[in-house]
């Protein structure tokens, strides 16, 4: 089957700096990634979609200058935090879906970000 | 816009007891229909999914679930759940085309206690 991996599963920050999170697509091409963010307790609640070689979209609310979204090539996307601060600490996932099933995303595990 | 409900927020059954948990959407289109569970500490799996066709899906782990369309609904069902099957549930939904994010509920918690 089709796997997402995410790279760091866990980051712990210091008020301020940025932190960057890997989402890789390792046996399939994912045309479109999305980042999804969890707080404890909460669902998922979609940040932003990004197209391999294009700007992503992003949702009421999430602040493009803050978490920025790179979707370089066909199985990597990357997520900024930057400047981050202890309101920013979450659960990070991304999900990503490719060409062979346009209607099925596949989850990779997480990113839980703490921030000092 | 879309959305999904889920009703119950927090379900505690025994084992062997049968489990239903309700979903219900929000969107003038068609649909893909998807339950998601969510064991602690672990990362999503699909349990099981509707794209078109049977409106009983069968998924992975003994789960089921009905599309009916008069009724905008995806509930989830067990017959007898196990200890194991603890953890978090979410329903979600994205329109029938590529590219689109999925929607999720807000999550039931499920508790079984043996």
């Known amino acids: 089957g089709a796997v997402v991996s995410q790279h760091p599963s866990r980051v712990i920050c210091k008020s301020g700096t940025s932190v960057k999170i890997e989402c890789r697509s390792l046996d399939f091409q994912a045309t479109t990634m999305f980042w999804y963010r969890q707080f404890p307790k909460q669902s998922l609640m979609l940040m932003a979609t990004s197209n391999e070689g294009s700007k992503a979209t992003y949702e009421q609310g999430v602040e493009k200058d803050k978490f920025l979204i790179n979707h370089a090539s066909l199985t990597l996307s990357t997520l900024t935090v930057t400047s981050a601060h202890p309101e920013d600490s979450s659960f990070y996932i991304c999900s990503a879906q490719g060409e062979h099933r346009l209607d099925e995303q596949f989850f990779g595990p997480g990113t839980r970000l703490t921030v000092l | 816009a879309q959305s999904v409900s889920q009703h119950n927020h927090h379900v505690i059954l025994s084992e062997a007891a049968s489990l239903e948990l309700g979903c219900n959407y929000s969107?003038?289109?068609?649909?893909?229909l998807f339950w998601y569970v969510q064991y602690p500490g672990q990362h999503l799996q699909l349990l099981l999914k509707?794209?078109?066709?049977?409106?009983l899906v069968k998924g992975i782990k003994g789960f089921e679930a009905e599309f009916i369309k008069s009724k905008f609904s995806f509930n989830l069902r067990k017959p007898s759940v196990q200890w194991s099957d603890t953890a978090e549930y979410f329903c979600a939904v994205n329109a029938r085309q590529a590219g689109t994010a999925l929607i999720f509920g807000k999550g039931t918690t499920l508790s079984v206690s043996s």
């Open positions: 969107y003038g289109g068609t649909v893909n």
């Open positions: 509707y794209f078109s066709g049977d409106p």
